[in-house]
């Protein structure tokens, strides 16, 4: 089973919504968690990082961690077709430089 | 922006041979990864390079060996390639302790 699980799978949304992501972790003393996006044949690419407790906002996209709860978010406001993509979330525990990816949510956004 | 490159972009190879994917880096980062992504599960870390010399094992190390004869290269090798480790093959650089990490545009192998 992977350290690292999100939810949902996939997920279809109209312009304009609020999409939100999930991801679960089951190290606790794991001390950086990121989101990446991988659009269609493309590379994965680095989105939002997080290292403590709380919220993060940048632009649309907001991220919140809760470590008690092993939980991590990604929240996307007014999403836009252009934000189809599979979503990757990650957490390095800080054994050694590794990083530990999900299984990934594939967006749809439609316009 | 950092810059990661693969070769090469398309690989077929047959069941048995020995495939080699190259990886070069620009940026000078200390550490390279190698990960596969396969439908459903993400991306998988093969083998991973804390700097010229250095290899670790990563989460699925078997079937793989790994080489980085410097700072800017670092390769995968499947010594007897199988159908099952069809897929596609990322290289990423990155630096500090594992965050932020560069990713190459991908290798997709097929073993027949």
Not at chain 1, 34 to 62: C, D, V
Not at chain 1, 68 to 76: E, P
Not at chain 2, 90 to 100: I, L, N, Q, T, V
Request: aromatic share 10%; net charge positive.
């Amino acid at each position: 089973q992977q350290k690292v699980q999100q939810s949902p799978e996939s997920l279809i949304v109209p312009e304009g919504a609020m999409t939100s992501l999930n991801c679960t972790f089951s190290d606790s003393a794991s001390q950086y968690f990121a989101w990446y996006r991988q659009h269609s044949g493309k590379a994965p690419k680095a989105l939002m990082s997080i290292f403590s407790n709380g919220e993060k906002e940048e632009g649309r996209f907001t991220i919140h961690l809760n470590k008690a709860s092993l939980h991590f978010s990604l929240h996307i406001r007014d999403s836009q077709p252009s934000d189809s993509a599979l979503y990757l979330c990650a957490e390095n525990n800080n054994a050694g430089a590794k990083l530990t990816f999900g299984g990934g949510t594939r967006l749809t956004v439609r316009p | 922006e950092a810059a990661v490159t693969q070769s090469p972009r398309n690989k077929v190879a047959v069941t048995g041979g020995k495939v080699t994917l190259s990886c070069n880096q620009t940026n000078n980062h200390n550490n390279m990864y190698w990960y596969r992504q396969d439908t459903g599960h993400g991306l998988r870390l093969i083998h991973y390079s804390y700097g010229a010399g250095s290899t670790e094992k990563g989460d699925i190390p078997d079937g793989y060996k790994a080489s980085r004869p410097s700072q800017e290269n670092f390769s995968l090798i499947l010594e007897l390639a199988t159908p099952s480790q069809t897929s596609v093959y990322f290289c990423a650089s990155g630096d500090r302790g594992g965050e932020r990490l560069f990713f190459g545009h991908g290798t997709k192998l097929s073993v027949l």
